[in-house]
């Protein structure tokens, strides 16, 4: 069974930064993608970003751009999410999902992949 678990979310003053996680379990890590999706109240939940499953390079939406960072450790079955320089438009839960099919890309789209975390609650105060 394929686990994936975020922790790390809190509250952060505006131009703070929190250090997400997320540990998987139940596949072969090293071979998937994993993506960063964020969902605000009253909105659809939209890509952050992702490591390739190789670790070798990383995407980024336009939004997050040179304040997050995204890396992985496939030795420990972890991937982060460093969150710099925080605007209150980040507030979101943030959630860590699986990429459909090995050796597959990062994608910007939620139906590509198949395995979601619960998800941890980022608020970022005025």
């Known amino acids: 069974q394929v686990q994936l678990i975020e922790s790390g979310g809190g509250l952060v003053q505006v131009g703070g930064s929190l250090r997400l996680s997320c540990a998987a379990s139940?596949?072969?890590?090293?071979?998937?993608?994993i993506g960063w999706f964020r969902q605000a109240p009253g909105k659809e939940r939209e890509f952050v970003g992702g490591s390739r499953w190789s670790g070798t390079s990383t995407n980024y939406a336009d939004s997050v751009k040179g304040r997050f960072t995204i890396s992985r450790d496939n030795a420990k079955n972890m991937v982060y999410l460093q969150m710099n320089s925080l605007k209150p438009e980040d507030t979101a839960v943030y959630y860590c999902?699986?990429?459909?099919?090995?050796?597959?890309?990062?994608?910007?789209?939620?139906?590509?992949?198949?395995?979601w975390g619960q998800g941890t609650q980022v608020t970022v105060s005025s």
């Open positions: 999902a699986s990429r459909t099919g090995m050796w597959a890309a990062v994608s910007t789209e939620r139906s590509d992949y198949d395995y």
């Open positions: 139940g596949r072969t890590f090293s071979r998937y993608s």
